[in-house]
Each structure stands twice: as structure tokens, then as C-alpha cells.
């Protein structure tokens, strides 16, 4: 049973990669899943989550509009499409299996069952 993350790289400010999170040895479909990120010297955030089924969605408020979030569940993963990307968006990537939160009128997520990261830098 194991997550993998990649499509890590160097970019410059502006520009887009896609990382991918890939389940081997169990079926993604049935799980909530998001992408969480740390910088050097910083705790690890949230970034995005997406519901089993794809219907519950959310981005961290600094990623929005930039970032997009989608699953294949016939190719069991997850993807984060990311534009526009800003220097402070360097960090190492996670994918996790997720619990999706609501209460008072907001929604969170926090990592249950996590992958291996993949780095992504951006950088002039």
C-alpha cells in the first residue's frame, strides 16, 4: 500500500507544473485526498483536497485561482495542476489520504495516511 508524488522540478516564477499522486496496492477512488506543502523553516500546510467523488473541493487561500485539483479515478490518481507559480510556492509536495472537516461554517482537512513528497522550486 503505498502513495507516490512526482512531477517535482525547477521552474521559473510564472510558470506551471503538474504533480501527480499515484495509489498503488489499494483503490484511490474511494478516499478523499490532498496535497499539503513545506517550505524550508516552515510548517507543512494544506494546499488542496478533493472528495472521494470529487464533489467537495478546496484551495488554500494563496493558491486560488492558480491551482486546480483534479482525480482520474480509471487511472487511480490525483493530480495539482499549478500556474503561475510564485517563488514562496517552493517547498516539498505531499499527497495524503485525507479526512474532510466542516463545522461553524468552515471545512478543513488534515493528512491521515501520507506519500512521499516530491520537491518542487521556483526560482529565476
Known amino acids: 500500500v503505498q502513495l507516490q508524488a512526482s512531477g517535482g522540478g525547477l521552474v521559473q516564477p510564472g510558470g506551471s507544473l503538474r504533480l501527480s499522486c499515484a495509489a498503488s496496492?489499494?483503490?484511490?477512488?474511494?478516499?478523499?485526498v490532498g496535497w499539503f506543502r513545506q517550505a524550508p523553516g516552515k510548517e507543512r500546510e494544506g494546499v488542496s483536497c478533493?472528495?472521494?467523488?470529487?464533489?467537495?473541493?478546496q484551495y488554500t487561500d494563496s493558491v486560488k485561482g492558480r491551482f486546480t485539483i483534479s482525480r482520474d479515478n480509471d487511472k487511480n490518481t490525483v493530480s495539482l495542476q499549478m500556474n503561475s507559480l510564485k517563488p514562496e510556492d517552493t517547498g516539498v509536495y505531499y499527497c495524503a489520504l485525507v479526512t474532510i472537516y466542516e463545522g461553524g461554517g468552515s471545512s478543513w482537512f488534515k493528512g491521515d495516511y501520507w506519500g512521499q513528497g516530491t520537491q518542487v522550486t521556483v526560482s529565476s
Open positions: 496496492g489499494f483503490t484511490l477512488r474511494n478516499y478523499s
Open positions: 478533493i472528495s472521494s467523488v470529487g464533489a467537495d473541493i
